[in-house]
């Protein structure tokens, strides 16, 4: 009775799905407890609040619009056919017909969405001449009608344009037929017969669409659900078809699987149930919510028994509708450990909600792109005017897949990247620019290996050619990439502007001297604090503090270790190249490679050279996860050099030959330290060829200079 209670207060009806859609048997059949409608009403109101729903005015506009625009093109269709000469009985019977698919013809479209609307025209009306011209030039006329933006050259030619404010995209497709009667039927495998494939990839979208709504138990519970699972994919950021994540249609064919599989679950069951399915599905097996049809027609089919090319996708989402396709082909090796992570994430957080240890804005939580990582990819883009900015930007988001797919590629898979999906603008900037970024890291389970480097010069150049080839380019549009690290990133990409603070760890023990500057930035840049170090680099030292204080205690030891990670340098690549290490106090490393711990005294000796620094926080966290041995001060030279031959022959180090000989190395205390007083010979050019030569002879100094090779 509870129940019966709850469900008539929510609207909904108590009506059990006994036959089953799908290619398989649900999972569970089971009806909704009394709490799974308490969870999903406060679910419903989380997303009231959230603001996807659209208030009634903005929805009568919506159908105001379409109204309008199909009698648009029903006057389009009569001018072009007298225009073409026919009689005029064929005038009168011309007709075009506008129908809507996507999140609209869905119904979990948001305010401010766009509306995604195909035209279908009799065979008399051309794709290139009538629609694309005599259609744009009466809508191009037309007051209501702005920024109208023509895509002819797309996988699918779309005509993109607001009415009344209202943002909408125009696909068109000529059918095989002389007059289109008002209550065509698109569902119907015949209306593919004797069509382009510009036609038929145009009308694949309301075939699916309609297919997908026909194949779901309960179409309210489905909308429900896949509202609240593209709010989800769009804090999260994984939520973009065209840069390797999902799109609208992806969402919803996984969404309306998850109905299949428990056809009596309410939305926040369905939610549940969609991360925990999805974590452990099995990829590439493809999801499905109905059998392939191989259809009479001809037109290929998603098989990766017959097409070699289907058995490279990753993620198969398999669209219901003839011809079937796979929907997620953008889907690379890096953004789908993204999506695995983040379902991974998200199924933990709805086993908590299950036992009411969390609320629902726990699961909604933006992912914090730019926080993330320690290297991006800054992917910017300029143009003189909006015509010409809207049109290259449309080009280089189109491109930046393939550069993900470049990188993945030229570095045998192990470098990731992770796309961040929406543009980033900056406000303080005049003309028309934006960027967009892309986080880099090493791919998980990768080994370290002795010297090895990711060099992404060659692969950024070659996508640089590649979007320099734009058939439409003018003088104006630019294109810049560099490596930006994440305390360089532009204040711009957060929110309100302002750089977030990174908490600190209550194990963070830093000495007033440890001073560290960010990467390519000029000592006389560094921050002006009383300790002279941000949060951010507390906050990355802090896991190692305690054991560096151990490490460093004295001046008297020096550690020799391998360093298990890459590091960028000033161009844009990824190296772990020689550097020359010292031991003293805070870690620097200097623009000549050399790395070098000191205090205050040091950063003025190494500003007095001219030199930039980097950032050193890797080869700080790197001491807590290799072997390393201790050289001490009144270690014999015999000592030092059997100390290093075992390092050597274990392959963590080596010593290298120092090739900037003029320029002089400060010490602990501020004084200039000669390189050739440091070790038993001259450093300048070719040190050692001989073994006397290789052995080090320390001296008393507070700096002990070694150069490795990682």
């Not at 309100?496 to 990174?502: A, D, F, M, S, T």
């Not at 963070?508 to 001297?513: F, H, Y």
């Not at 290298?656 to 390189?675: A, H, R």
Request: proline share 5%.
């Amino acid at each position: 009775m509870v129940t019966a209670a709850l469900m008539a207060a929510s609207g909904q009806t108590i009506e059990k799905v006994s036959q089953h859609l799908g290619v398989t048997e649900p999972i569970s059949i089971a009806g909704p407890a009394d709490a799974d409608f308490v969870k999903t009403r406060k679910l419903e109101k989380f997303l009231v609040s959230a603001g996807l729903y659209e208030n009634q005015d903005e929805a009568v506009l919506r159908e105001e619009v379409l109204g309008r625009l199909d009698q648009i093109v029903k006057l389009w269709v009569k001018q072009i056919s007298r225009n073409k000469g026919f009689s005029d009985q064929l005038v009168l019977e011309a007709n075009a017909k506008i129908f809507t698919f996507g999140s609209y013809r869905l119904g979990v479209h948001g305010p401010g969405a766009d509306i995604d609307t195909l035209c279908i025209g009799p065979r008399h009306a051309s794709r290139e001449e009538d629609f694309f011209v005599e259609l744009h030039t009466i809508l191009a006329d037309m007051q209501e009608v702005t920024e109208l933006h023509p895509v002819t050259d797309a996988h699918v030619p779309v005509m993109k344009f607001k009415f009344n404010g209202i943002s909408i995209d125009l696909l068109y497709a000529r059918l095989a037929l002389w007059v289109i009667p008002e209550d065509l039927d698109i569902s119907q495998e015949s209306i593919l017969r004797n069509i382009d494939e510009q036609s038929v990839r145009s009308l694949n979208g309301c075939r699916v669409t309609d297919q997908i709504l026909r194949l779901v138990p309960n179409i309210q519970h489905f909308r429900t659900t896949l509202r609240c699972l593209k709010y989800w994919a769009k804090r999260r950021g994984v939520y973009s078809n065209v840069t390797g994540f999902l799109g609208g249609v992806n969402w919803a064919l996984l969404v309306a699987r998850i109905c299949q599989l428990y056809p009596n679950a309410v939305p926040s069951t369905l939610v549940s149930r969609f991360f925990r399915v999805y974590t452990q599905w099995r990829w590439p097996n493809p999801v499905m919510l109905c059998a392939i049809d191989e259809g009479t027609l001809g037109l290929p089919v998603w098989d990766p028994r017959k097409n070699p090319r289907d058995r490279m996708h990753l993620m198969p989402i398999i669209t219901p509708a003839y011809p079937c396709m796979n929907s997620s082909y953008n889907v690379s090796l890096s953004t789908l450990r993204v999506m695995m992570e983040e379902f991974q994430r998200a199924n933990e957080i709805c086993e908590t909600l299950e036992t009411n240890k969390a609320e629902w804005n726990v699961l909604f939580e933006a992912y914090p792109f730019f926080e993330a990582y320690k290297n991006y990819l800054q992917i910017e883009i300029n143009a003189l005017d909006d015509d010409d900015f809207r049109k290259w930007k449309g080009w280089v988001e189109s491109r930046l897949r393939q550069l993900t797919l470049k990188i993945e590629k030229h570095t045998y898979g192990m470098l990731q990247c992770h796309p961040y999906p929406c543009e980033v603008v900056d406000d303080s900037r005049k003309g028309r620019h934006c960027a967009f970024f892309m986080g880099l890291q090493r791919s998980q389970g990768v080994p370290q290996q002795e010297g090895q480097q990711f060099d992404i010069r060659a692969t950024v150049d070659e996508f640089r050619h590649s979007v320099n080839m734009y058939m439409l380019w003018k003088p104006g549009m630019e294109l810049h990439v560099s490596h930006v690290r994440r305390k360089s990133l532009p204040t711009y990409v957060f929110a309100g502007g302002v750089r977030p603070v990174r908490p600190l760890r209550s194990s963070a023990v830093i000495s007033k001297s440890a001073l560290r500057p960010t990467l390519s930035h000029s000592v006389s840049q560094l921050p002006k604090s009383d300790s002279g170090i941000t949060d951010e680099d507390l906050e990355d030292i802090s896991g190692g503090a305690e054991r560096l204080k151990r490490k460093f205690q004295t001046p008297d030891d020096v550690v020799l270790g391998k360093r298990h990670h890459s590091s960028p340098s000033m161009n844009g690549r990824l190296n772990s190249g020689d550097e020359n290490i010292a031991a003293s106090h805070s870690p620097l490393v200097t623009s000549n490679k050399q790395l070098v711990m000191g205090g205050e005294e040091v950063l003025e000796n190494i500003m007095k050279q001219g030199l930039e620094v980097y950032s050193a926080e890797e080869e700080l966290e790197a001491l807590n996860e290799v072997s390393t041995s201790v050289l001490r001060r009144d270690d014999s030279a015999e000592q030092l050099h059997s100390k290093f031959e075992q390092e050597s022959d274990r392959g963590q180090s080596r010593l290298s030959v120092l090739t900037s000989g003029s320029c002089s190395f400060p010490n602990g205390v501020g004084d200039e330290l000669e390189p050739t007083t440091a070790f038993g010979g001259p450093l300048a050019g070719a040190v050692g060829n001989t073994d006397s030569q290789r052995k080090p002879v320390i001296r008393q100094v507070q700096s002990i200079l070694l150069h490795f090779h990682f």
